[in-house]
């Protein structure tokens, strides 16, 4: 990096909750260990440093657990290398892709489901073309076509008000952004319906979810659907993030946890959960705030980013990775894939390329299902699969084994839920705040993106930290 840019980003840490010692003047290389220090090294964060690094700054990433990627996680020794993270790639999403393709990686569409599809609803098996008719089937009845699995979905699909991607943002979208279960109940939602969407929503429960969540992941949808279904990245999501990281400069600093952050208007500064201290002109954390919350942080935030970072809810998961020792659902006859109001929420089945169930399976529990199973120790989530299997599919007794338990909750220390979600009300007043500096300390992640979401999200954020630090650098 020459002079003048250092010169430039230059800048001396204010008072505060801790300072760093011996500081020099502004420019002062010996006295700062990067002109860009980020903390995170998941998507927004690697993109951010790679653009900085492309510009000529010196970037630090530090990352506090002992593996890159962040919300992408490959298990890679599980039989297929299932996937425990983020795993759809949109045909919309071009930083990611781009970033792929730099990496000389590809895409691959999911494999066809040749399974059929059957629900278990009040402990009874029912094959979709039964459920329209079937006894245990109390929807109101111009809904008794639609499995219950896809219920809040249509519903949401019919009536969705925005237009577009940019409409959520509008004034007008207040009115819009109310709890799903008071909308729902406005369409004639009874009492079954609500209970069998609250089953597999993406969220806490119906009744601390926005409306303006779902019309806005479907309005990204519309805007995919005409380019095509999405893909999945060619030997595991993780390979992207783990492959932008080997491109820096500088190695990430695994197992770097902060605990605290200073930042003002002249520098910024990290504190360790070791007790070292690092410097630098600007910091971008790019840590969900179901995290950031628990840090120390002493920057010139504004009060409606303070009460997001204190109070933005995050989708509770638990995924339970499971190993079919035999293929008993040949047995029985039926799919392997389910859903259910059980326990354990949704079954998925891994499949080969060419469609066969490869004897993975993927128990996905949401909201309240997520929260009782993070109660629970890997033991008792075993207990919890076999059983509740057995009493579904009989002829699964004693052909099923835990092999990894994923958990996106709040037990997480690094992730702290899954992803964010609007609770009512929540989306005009924290639209802006996600992502407003606060002195040289900048915020990015998934959580703060705007025209996407999931893992493009992250990369729009990070994009947009690194060029808001290029402008203000003069870069």
Known sequence: MNLTRRSALGGLIGAGAFAIGGCGPQGDRGRKDADVIIIGAGLAGLHAALMLEEAGLEVMVLEASRRIGGRLKTLDHLPGAPEAGGQQVGATYARFRARAAEAGLEFTGFPPSRFGEVMSVNGALIEARQWAGSVQNALPEAWRAIPPGRLFMQLAMRANPLEDVY???????????????????????????????????????????????????????????PLGGAQ????????????????????????????????????????????????????????????????????????????AIADMAYTPIVQLHLEAQTPWWEEDGLAPEMWTDSPLNRIFAQRSPDGDPTGMLLA??????????????????????????????????????????????????????????????????????????????????EHTGDLHTGMEAAMESGERAAIAILDAAGA
């Open 167 to 225: 409409a959520w943002r509008d004034p007008g979208s207040a009115a819009h952004d109310i709890a799903a279960a008071q909308w729902l109940v406005s369409q004639g939602a009874n009492d079954e319906a609500l209970r069998l969407m609250d089953t597999s929503l993406n969220g806490r429960d119906l009744a601390s979810y926005s409306m303006l969540n779902i019309w806005r992941s479907l309005a990204i949808y519309e805007q995919e659907r």
């Open 232 to 307: 999945q990245v060619a030997g595991g999501a993780q390979r992207v993030p783990e492959t932008m990281a080997a491109r820096l400069a500088r190695e990430v600093r695994l197992g770097h946890g902060v605990r605290a952050i200073q930042a003002d208007d002249s520098g910024a500064a990290v504190r360790l959960e070791d007790g070292r201290e690092l410097r630098a002109d600007f910091i971008i954390s790019t840590l969900p705030f179901a995290v950031l919350r628990h840090l120390s942080v002493d920057a010139p935030l504004d009060p409606a980013t303070r009460e």
């Open 364 to 445: 996905w529990l949401d909201g309240r299902g997520a929260l009782a199973a993070d109660d629970m120790d890997d033991a008792a989530l075993e207990t919890l699969a076999r059983e509740t299997l057995a009493a579904i599919r009989p002829a699964s007794q004693g052909r099923v084994r835990l092999a990894h338990v994923q958990r996106w909750t709040a037990s997480n220390p690094l992730a702290g839920g899954a992803y964010m979600h609007w609770r009512p009300g929540e989306a005009r007043r924290w639209a802006e705040a996600r992502f407003t500096p606060a002195g040289r300390l900048h915020l990015a992640g």
